[in-house]
T-cell receptor
């Protein structure tokens, strides 16, 4: 069974640009979550989607957005990039059950210059 | 509200020694607790999870954790450390709609 796939794995952008990251969940998983990981802030929740609906959102500015498609694949977008957006962005998929765990992809490492 | 506190951002042990990584949680409801491991430049991998079936939970790679409600703790242990255990470990508690609350992580260093 294929795991969670994130693309691209690495990318470099400059301030003011925008970026789109992609996530393909495990087959059968309809919940997709996104986390930002930085050395200073640790793992911070961005948002969660289920059946194309955003059910939960973290405390990030509106520059951070996401969506989910009918095949459960998800994308997140960051507009007007800032230096502080440099981070590892992790996608996780899960079954929508109370005790379900998150299955993580290897992440997309974004560097903003 | 749920939250997790991990005591010790860095832990160093000798190969073959006991590994103990501490995690305390706060939850307004019976918690579902998890330990994840992260190797450099990789995502998080589930080590084990507590879902109220048993207080002592066994995971992969010889790790186990004990849920202690009275102490609101879920510490991770391994009897004998191996060099390959060097990684960062995260404790987490799940919330509504798959929102997980992660601790700040503990980096485990294993000395030969």
């Amino acid at each position: 069974k294929a795991g969670v796939t994130q693309t691209p794995r690495y990318l470099i952008k400059t301030r003011g640009q925008q970026v789109t990251l992609s996530c393909s969940p495990i087959s059968g998983h309809r919940s997709v979550s996104w986390y930002q990981q930085t050395p200073g802030q640790g793992l911070q929740f961005l948002f969660e989607y289920f059946s194309e609906t955003q059910r939960n959102k973290g405390n990030f500015p509106g520059r951070f957005s996401g969506r989910q498609f009918s095949n459960s694949r998800s994308e997140m977008n960051v507009s007007t990039l800032e230096l502080g957006d440099s981070a590892l962005y992790l996608c996780a998929s899960s079954l929508d059950v109370t005790e379900g765990e998150l299955f993580f992809g290897e992440g997309s490492r974004l560097t903003v210059l | 509200a749920q939250s997790v506190t991990q005591l010790g951002s860095h832990v160093s042990v000798s190969e073959g020694a006991l590994v103990l990584l501490r995690c305390n949680y706060s939850s307004s409801v019976p918690p579902y607790l998890f330990w994840y491991v992260q190797y450099p430049n990789q995502g998080l991998q589930l080590l084990l999870k507590y879902t109220s079936a048993a207080t002592l939970v066994k995971g992969i790679n010889g790790f186990e954790a004990e849920f202690k409600k009275s102490e609101t703790s879920f510490h991770l242990t391994k009897p004998s450390a191996h060099m390959s255990d060097a990684a960062e470990y995260f404790c987490a508690v799940s919330g509504n709609f798959n929102k997980f609350y992660f601790g700040s992580g503990t980096k485990l260093n294993v000395k030969p």
